[in-house]
Each structure stands twice: as C-alpha cells, then as structure tokens.
T-cell receptor, first 109, second 110 residues
Framework: NAGVTQTPKFQVLKTGQSMTLQCAQDMNHNSMYWYRQDPGMGLRLIYYSASEGTTDKGEVPNGYNVSRLNKREFSLRLESAAPSQTSVYFC????????FGPGTRLTVL | RKEVEQDPGPFNVPEGATVAFNCTYSNSASQSFFWYRQDCRKEPKLLMSVYSSGNEDGRFTAQLNRASQYISLLIRDSKLSDSATYLCVVNTGTASKLTFGTGTRLQVTL
C-alpha cells in the first residue's frame, strides 16, 4: 500500500496563477482532509470530505476549492494564487487514525 | 484562546533524560486525543492515542485529565532519535475533524 500520495512535491507559482494539488489514498478511507501548515500556526484545516460526494469547509477555506473525485482522490485547487498561500499543504485520510501524505511545498511569488 | 495550546519549546535534554510535555484544550466536548510526531520537513505521524485511563507504549506514556482539560506526554530514557516536534491533537467529534496544537520541539543531545 502506498498510503496517501500527493503531487507535486514542490511548486512555485506567480501571483494570479492557478493550480491543483492532487491527493490519493489506497486505504479505502471514507474521510479525507486538506491542511496547510505555516510556521507558528500549526496545521489548519482548509477543507474536508467526510465521504465520497461531500465536501465541507474547514477553518481556512478562502481562496481554495476542492473536489472529491471518487473515494480515492481529493484535490485542492487554487484559482488565483496569492503570496499568503505560500505554505506546506498536507492531505490526510482517516478511518480512526489520520494518515498524512508527504506534503506539497508551495511558494507564491 | 487557542483550542489546543502547547509550549513551543524547544526542550533541550541530554540523552537518557526524562521529559514531559503538557497540552491544554478548550472544548470540554472533545472526544478523543492523540500525540503526533513530526520530523523536520516531514508529515505528521501518529505516535499514540490518549485514553482516559492513561496508556503506555514502551518509553512513552500519555495521560488525559478531562477535569482540567489537559493531556500529557512523558518520554523516558530519551534517545537522539526522539528529536522532533510533538503535536497535541484533539478530536471534537464531528467527521473526525482534528484540531492540532502548534507543537513542542524536542532536541535530544549527547
């Protein structure tokens, strides 16, 4: 099992560009999550999906959209990137324990 | 007040020392509690769940005090490899949404 995979690992964007962060899990988990982690702020929930076909806002959803494409995949889209979105993004899935992907380091110039 | 509060440290301890971290949470309805470990530039990984009765896993002991709304993690006989950031995590019960503390950094030295 690969667990939770994320692509890309690194990305540099210019302000206003768009991109989609991809996440997939092969553990047959119902719930999936997107977090961002910034120095001194800890992990903050952006969006989550309790089951296939449902998505809900977390603590910091502004500037992001998500798609739960199927049970395996949960993508995060930045429509118009801003420097404030420079962060490390983690995807996670859960049955009881949350398993995290390796993260995407995003820099917005 | 933050939902989950931790001392950011760093805690610098020599190998073999015992070190303890505390964490407080604000939501009395919180259902479950965890300690995660995060190495530099890596993803968080579950270290242990925290049960009301307290639980132990080798050199690690976790305790929960619901009345005072705090969680503790005790590490005995610290190893160099224990150097990491320890995240206190609380589940408030909706859709397995977890709230993370900002982490306590531990540095174990020779």
């Amino acid at each position: 099992n690969a667990g939770v995979t994320q692509t890309p690992k690194f990305q540099v964007l210019k302000t206003g560009q768009s991109m989609t962060l991809q996440c997939a899990q092969d553990m047959n988990h119902n719930s999936m999550y997107w977090y961002r982690q910034d120095p001194g702020m800890g992990l903050r929930l952006i969006y989550y999906s309790a089951s296939e076909g449902t998505t809900d806002k977390g603590e910091v959803p502004n500037g992001y959209n998500v798609s739960r494409l199927n049970k395996r995949e949960f993508s995060l889209r930045l429509e118009s990137a801003a420097p404030s979105q420079t962060s490390v993004y983690f995807c996670a899935s859960t049955l009881n324990e949350q398993f995290f992907g390796p993260g995407t380091r995003l820099t917005v110039l | 007040r933050k939902e989950v509060e931790q001392d950011p440290g760093p805690f610098n301890v020599p190998e073999g020392a015992t070190v303890a971290f505390n964490c407080t949470y604000s939501n009395s309805a919180s259902q479950s509690f965890f300690w995660y470990r995060q190495d530099c530039r890596k993803e968080p990984k579950l270290l242990m769940s925290v049960y009301s009765s307290g639980n132990e896993d080798g050199r690690f002991t976790a305790q929960l005090n619901r009345a005072s709304q705090y969680i503790s993690l005790l590490i005995r006989d610290s190893k160099l490899s224990d150097s990491a950031t320890y995240l206190c995590v609380v589940n408030t019960g909706t859709a397995s949404k977890l709230t993370f503390g900002t982490g306590t950094r531990l540095q174990v030295t020779l």
